[in-house]
């Protein structure tokens, strides 16, 4: 802990000292729990009345009933149906960098396959010497591997292109999580098959009714993609492609083919031959950018935010958000509370990973006057996160898709917050 922050946490001390003795002042500054005749310390709980409930009460644990309110949310105009269609992570309710399984937002395009692993195959065709097909037993005796990735739809915050949209980040920024996965790397599957001469790209198929295809680089397929049959130590969940997925590290997520039943090796990308098969950036003169693999450093505050306001008023204020960089590890995160006036360096929190979430924090004394928060993402190979108009300017605004922009909330005095722009 660095100087500033123990400074910062004997004031929070003294503070929270001070508020239990002004008493009935108290309750305005955060510690009403502590004013003499507060029922819930003076009197007995219903929970400390009578016994809960027994071990076998829950064989698959969920979260308690008071948490309820954290769940995926999906925006009803923004598809015609749920089967191809988002759903969005809570980020404002969560903290650390793991996501957890049951609030990965999902997408999907022809809805969720709901496969039986023991009729799953995997078959490798094309350029290879010998063609195999693979049960889920014969993959998972590979030597396997555990690594924590962000994947992030292209799409994540492609609403916002134009201007700011969806009051809240679970819906700005919600199309991402991370996970740790249990997988096979790619290359040992291949290296089973043989490459044959002339193999430089992968089409990746998956087993749903869209049967959708990705081209994937052979270069990156031998680098760190993985054949995942795990996330967070449990398999994966029917919406994130049980029992098979293609983890494709620091990539856009459409290339992640969920429900992966065969790849195929070629010479060419897919891609040159049907229009349809990756995502593609319009520039503004006409031009499209073909090539925007990787995703960009970003972040956002998580927390103030327009679905989490400083219910607390003024003092001792916590901001903290996430970052992460298709390229490396995040190095730094910037918050500003004066809309880029002023920029602080935050605290990076926990483990940092390649291609994985970092958490950061930012304590400090709110004085109860409105702000303007952005975060700002620095990632191991130099790059800033840019502002929206420094990004409109060099692509438009025809795209919707890789807007890594720094993002703005203005905090009134009530400490609610508001999805804003500033130039
Ligand atoms: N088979 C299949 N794989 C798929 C998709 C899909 O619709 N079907 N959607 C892709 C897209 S566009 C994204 S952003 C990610 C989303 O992964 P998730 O549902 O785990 O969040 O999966 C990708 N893989
Ligand atoms: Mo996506």
């Known amino acids: 802990m660095s100087d500033s922050d123990g400074r910062r946490g004997a004031t929070r001390r003294g503070f929270i000292k001070g508020a239990l003795a002004a008493g009935a002042g108290a309750a305005s500054a955060g510690a009403a729990g502590a004013e003499a005749g507060d029922p819930a310390i003076t009197e007995l709980q219903p929970w400390m009345r009578a016994f809960g409930p027994g071990v076998d009460a829950s064989p698959y644990g969920l979260p308690s009933e008071h948490e309820s309110h954290v769940r995926r949310r999906y925006v009803e105009w923004l598809r015609p149906d749920t089967i191809s269609a988002v759903n969005f992570t809570p980020i404002h309710q969560l903290d650390g960098i793991i996501t957890p399984n049951g609030l990965c937002f999902e997408r999907h395009h022809s809805g969720v396959a709901l496969i039986d692993p023991g009729r799953h195959r995997l078959m490798i065709n094309g350029l290879v010497d010998t063609p195999l097909v693979f049960t889920m037993e014969d993959l998972k005796r590979f030597p396997r591997e555990n690594r924590i990735y962000f994947l992030e739809c292209a799409a994540n915050s492609g609403m916002e292109w134009r201007g ?13 999580h991370n996970l740790m996965y249990t997988g096979i790397p790619l290359r040992h599957v291949l290296d089973e098959a043989g490459l044959k001469p002339g193999a430089k790209w992968l089409l990746a198929e998956s087993a749903d009714a869209a049967a959708m295809t990705r081209s994937i680089p052979l270069e990156k397929a031998l680098d760190d993609c993985l054949l995942a049959f ?7 969940r029917p919406e994130q ?24 090796v070629g010479d060419r990308p897919w891609h040159q031959r049907e229009e349809t098969s990756k995502y593609t950036d319009l520039l503004g003169d006409g031009r499209t950018r073909r090539f925007t ?21 003024p003092g001792p204020t916590i901001i903290t958000g996430i970052a992460w960089s298709g390229r490396g590890t995040i190095a730094r995160v910037d918050v500003t509370l004066d809309g880029g ?17 970092h958490r950061f924090y930012f304590e400090f004394d ?7 928060l952005q975060s700002r993402a620095i990632d191991s190979t130099g790059y800033v996160q840019p502002t929206k108009d420094a990004l409109r300017a060099v692509r438009g ?5 890789h807007n890594n922009g720094i993002q703005t909330w203005a905090i009134d005095s009530e400490g609610r ?3 804003v722009e500033i130039s």
């Open 164 to 176: 700011p949209q969806l009051n809240g980040c679970q819906f700005t920024h919600g199309m991402i």
């Open 293 to 313: 693999f990787e995703m960009d450093a970003k972040s956002v505050i998580t927390s103030p935010s327009p679905q989490a306001p400083i219910t607390h008023g």
């Open 341 to 357: 006036v002023n920029w602080h360096t935050a605290r990076l929190s926990g483990p940092s990973f390649d291609k994985s979430l």
């Open 366 to 372: 709110w004085d109860g006057r409105p702000m303007l």
């Open 397 to 401: 605004v025809s795209s919707g898709y």
């Open 417 to 419: 917050a508001e999805n």
């Open 230 to 236: 795990a996330m967070n130590g449990e398999a994966l």
């Open 241 to 264: 492609g049980y029992p098979l997925r293609l983890v494709v590290p620091g990539w856009e997520g459409n290339m992640w083919i969920k429900w992966l039943r065969r790849i195929e």
